[in-house]
Structures are given as structure tokens and as C-alpha cells.
């Protein structure tokens, strides 16, 4: 129901929009969450589930589309300046979260007393410039994210749902699966711990994909479909949401639920992460077509990430 209600949006609004509600409704349920551990205080926790949900997007995501949607189709296309727009944007939160870190490993952990302001300061500029590109994807320039009008054609006699009705029902499925995410992740906190599974990986790797549930078969769907355009805007719009909305977002009410301010320099091994998924889905997005070989190396880097955090020592991740 999910991918239907985001489907039926996208058809009445386009392609940028359609992704945009479905990225934010699933956002809006991880960020309920992430609130819920910004009040205990679990910092590390928020921190590894931000960096997760970054990288889970950009590269489980968008590479399990294009390997779906290449199989089913030899290749499919969509707006290469849209897709680099969002590209950049990810660039730009990479680096945003690059300083911070930068800063606290040179000042020393206990002599960092200016990482406080930084993060404010800095979640004031990506909220700024998410603002930005909100005006820039849905108004100046809407025509890069409305669609290739690659996708199938729908069946005969299909009924086209009201706006109102489409996101109602987004809304509703995207409860649904987080409340049964939530579930989920519950029962596998005490799994994880007689399996020996750190903090990092399953921050990173299993709540943060079990958060993002709706996103991963709205952009599978959607592929399948040949409607790359609307799988990008899902899995890239997603990651540039929560980097340049949800993570600044966080550190500044951290100054009003939490125990203590919340700061922006996560853990050098997230920043790698993050570095790394920015780097390969640039180059992977950056043409305007997409073939399963391409959701295969997406998968690959995913992996390989996968496998470190796996065997890495246990050690905080924020």
C-alpha cells in the first residue's frame, strides 16, 4: 500500500514530489524514534542510526532498485541533473560531517570546547540549504525531478487516487511499518547480544534498514516499473533528508530533551562510511542510466562496509 499511495502522489504531483512525501513520512518515524533515545541520552545510538540510514539509502537502497529494475529492464533512464543535484547535496553533508569530527581529533576530546557552537552553527547552515533545495527541486527547477516518462504504462481502467486519499494512506503504511520496525528491532537487541553483534553494526546495519523499510520496496517497486526517476528521488532524497534535515534537526533539540547537547563529530569510521557511499553512488548516478551491474556494485560496497563494522572490535560509534 505503500508504493501504491507513493505511485498514485507522483502520478498527480510528479516524480520529485512523490519521493519526497514518501522519504519524508518514513523520516518522520525515524526521527520519533531517534527523539525517544536523544532523551536518554544514547547520542551513539542516534549518531550510528543517522549514519545507517544515510548509507543503507544511497547504497542497499538505490542498489537493490537498479539490480531489480536492471533485471526486468536492460537499461533504464532518468534525469542525470537531478540525480547529481542530489549528489552534491550528499557531498556537501559529507563534508559538514567531516569537519566536526576533524576538529575534535585535532582540539583532543577534552579540548574541544568550541564543538558545541560548530554544531549549532552548522545545523543552522544544512537546514538553510536544505531549505534551499527544497525551493529548487519542487519550484525553480521542478522539471529535473518531475520524471523521464520511462515508466510502464498503467493498466487499463485504473483508478487515479485523490491527493488526500494517496497520503493517507502513505501515512498510514508508513506507521504501520514503523510501529512493526520498532518491534522488530526490540526483539533483536537481546539476539544480538548472544550472537556477540556490537553497537556500530547494528546501528548502522540492522536498525537502520529495519527503520527504512518503506523506503526499500517503495524504490524496489518503483523500478520495477521503469521509474528510475522516482527510485532516486526515494533513495537519494531520503539520505539528503536526513543529513541536511533530520541530523541538524536533532542537534538542536538535544539542547532542549536531551541530557546534554548533542554535537555533529561522529565517530571517524561513520565519517568514512559516509564518505564512501557518497563517493560511489555519485559516480554510479551521475549519467542518467542505471543497469543491473551498477545495483551489483552498490550491494558490493554495502557489503564489504558490512563485513569491517562485523568484525571491527566494539568501540562507540559516535
Do not use: C
Not at 528491532?185 to 550472537?195: C, Q, T
Request: charged share 15%; no cysteine; hydrophobic share 55%.
Amino acid at each position: 500500500m505503500d508504493g501504491t499511495a507513493t505511485e498514485q502522489i507522483a502520478e498527480r504531483t510528479g516524480e520529485g514530489i512523490g519521493g519526497l512525501l514518501n522519504a519524508t513520512f518514513g523520516n518522520a518515524a525515524e526521527l520519533i524514534i531517534a527523539l525517544a533515545a536523544l532523551r536518554g541520552g544514547l547520542y551513539d545510538v542516534v549518531k550510528a542510526s543517522l549514519a545507517g540510514s544515510v548509507v543503507g539509502n544511497i547504497l542497499l537502497v538505490l542498489g537493490i532498485s537498479m539490480l531489480a529494475g536492471g533485471l526486468r529492464h536492460k537499461e533504464q533512464h532518468y534525469n542525470a541533473a537531478g540525480a547529481r543535484s542530489q549528489a552534491t547535496m550528499m557531498t556537501l553533508a559529507a563534508i559538514a560531517l567531516i569537519v566536526p569530527a576533524a576538529y575534535r581529533a585535532a582540539a583532543g576530546e577534552l579540548n574541544a570546547p568550541g564543538l558545541g557552537p560548530i554544531s549549532v552553527l552548522m545545523s543552522l547552515v544544512l537546514l538553510a540549504v536544505y531549505a534551499a533545495n527544497l525551493v529548487f527541486s519542487l519550484v525553480t527547477h521542478r522539471a529535473l525531478f518531475a520524471g523521464s516518462g520511462n515508466a510502464e504504462e498503467k493498466e487499463h481502467g485504473e483508478e487515479l487516487w485523490s491527493a488526500p486519499r494517496a497520503a493517507l494512506v502513505l501515512g498510514a503504511a508508513t506507521v504501520a511499518i514503523a510501529w512493526i520496525s520498532e518491534i522488530l528491532v526490540r526483539a533483536l537487541e537481546p539476539a544480538a547480544e548472544s550472537v556477540g553483534l556490537s553497537d556500530a553494526f547494528m546501528g548502522v546495519f540492522v536498525v537502520a534498514i529495519l527503520g527504512n523499510a518503506a523506503e526499500h520496496s517503495t524504490a524496489v517497486v518503483a523500478a520495477m516499473k521503469d521509474r528510475m526517476d522516482l527510485a532516486l528521488s526515494i533513495a537519494l532524497g531520503s539520505s539528503v533528508q536526513v543529513a541536511l534535515f533530520v541530523a541538524p534537526v536533532l542537534v538542536l533539540l538535544s539542547y532542549f530533551v536531551g541530557p546534554s547537547p548533542m554535537d555533529l563529530a561522529f565517530h571517524g569510521g561513520l565519517v568514512l562510511t559516509i564518505l564512501l557511499a557518497v563517493w560511489i553512488s555519485g559516480q554510479v548516478a551521475a549519467d542518467g542510466r542505471s543497469d543491473w551491474l551498477r545495483g551489483v556494485q552498490l550491494l558490493a560496497v554495502y557489503l564489504i562496509l558490512a563485513f569491517v563494522f562485523y568484525f571491527a572490535p566494539e568501540r562507540a560509534p559516535g
